[in-house]
């Protein structure tokens, strides 16, 4: 009787058994590792390129509004308050019913003198500069002066249309608020593009308001320090994304190195034989999880070996008393047998003869 190596005792196992073993799919632990890093630096690199595109976007808009919003305080301070208050109170609305709006511009020269003031200020400030105010009649709010008076094709707001006409409710309700106070519209979108406004009161020498003055601002400088913030930042970003995963790469692959020598030695003892080779691993300075684990494994293989051998020289000894049983059973059998003792009785009858 000989001992089976552990590669044949494999062969005992029920199927069904080395089924559950061998099913699904197989997936490295390096590629598991760098898997799951590159997904959490993706997310991170996802979430900072969207923050700083963010970042800089809003620091834009507000140093936008921030200029926007003293240079509309200080185009309010260059505007005569007492010719404003004259031409509101004293210049009708001209009627104009060529002019989607219903109405005209004036023919005063009181009126094109602010006018032309209003331009100026566009031209400095490169933002379109209008007014309104509020009649003491009804209590509404109509337009002014504008700069546009002066554009060539002529633009802008028409001179008293009622204000609700030409403007949405949030619009009106920030524009009555400017006349008592500098107030800011956040970022709007509209058939002409996508805009800020500030607007703020015109005083006269007593400090009472009179009007309101605005200006618009294009939110093209937004979207271009947003296109800024993507050309320059992003390319760094990637880089950084690219070093880390790179980085990853190389101490999943330090990492996983001896925990695939063990996976390729236990494939030895699984077939039979015990001489591990993991010198590489527990022969290290720096010793790890990694490092008692491989001489755990290695102690275990040298017992498993020499319970093997001892397995084999008692498997030799029971094998000679089973042989020596065998045979002392077998001369039993044949001694015990009645031809066995017939034979043996003739042979004492002959030899007494013989002697005879």
Do not use: C
Request: charged content about 20%; aromatic content about 10%; cysteine-free.
């Amino acid at each position: 009787m000989t001992t089976q190596p552990v590669a044949e005792i494999e062969q005992t196992v029920p199927e069904s058994a080395k089924t559950k073993v061998r099913n699904g799919i197989y997936i490295s632990l390096r590629v598991k590792v760098i898997g799951t890093f590159v997904a959490l630096f993706t997310i991170v690199f996802v979430v900072v390129s969207f923050w700083v595109v963010q970042f800089a976007s809003q620091a834009a808009l507000d140093q936008l509004g921030q200029q926007l919003r003293g240079q509309v305080e200080r185009s309010a301070t260059t505007i005569d308050g007492a010719a404003f208050a004259e031409l509101v109170a004293t210049v009708p609305a001209v009627p104009d019913p060529a002019d989607k709006s219903g109405f005209g511009y004036p023919d005063s020269q009181l009126y094109r003198d602010l006018a032309k003031r209003f331009y100026n200020i566009y031209q400095v400030v490169d933002s379109g500069t209008y007014s309104w105010f509020k009649d003491p009649k009804d209590g509404l709010l109509y337009t002014a002066v504008s700069s546009g008076y002066y554009r060539s094709p002529q633009t802008g707001y028409h001179y008293k249309i009622p204000l609700s006409n030409v403007t949405e409710t949030s619009t009106y309700n920030l524009m009555a608020q400017g006349l008592t106070q500098t107030t800011e519209e956040p970022a709007y979108t509209d058939a002409y593009g996508s805009w800020m406004s500030v607007y703020a009161p015109i005083l006269d020498a007593n400090g009472q308001s009179v009007g309101g003055i605005g200006q618009d601002i294009s939110l093209e400088y937004v979207s271009e320090v947003r296109a800024k913030a993507v050309r320059q930042v992003l390319p760094v970003l990637l880089g950084i994304y690219i070093i880390l995963v790179v980085l990853v790469w190389l101490v999943a692959t330090r990492i996983v190195r001896p925990i695939r020598k063990l996976t390729k030695e236990s494939a030895r003892i699984a077939d039979g034989d015990y001489n591990l080779d993991l010198h590489e691993i527990t022969g290290s300075r720096y010793k790890d999880e990694i490092t008692t684990l491989a001489e755990t494994f290695q102690i275990m293989s040298h017992k498993v070996a020499e319970r093997e051998r001892t397995l084999q020289v008692e498997v030799k000894r029971l094998t000679v008393e089973i042989n020596s049983t065998k045979r002392a059973e077998s001369v039993a059998a044949i001694v015990d047998s009645e031809g066995f003792t017939e034979l043996a009785e003739r042979a004492a009858e002959m030899r007494r003869r013989s002697r005879e």
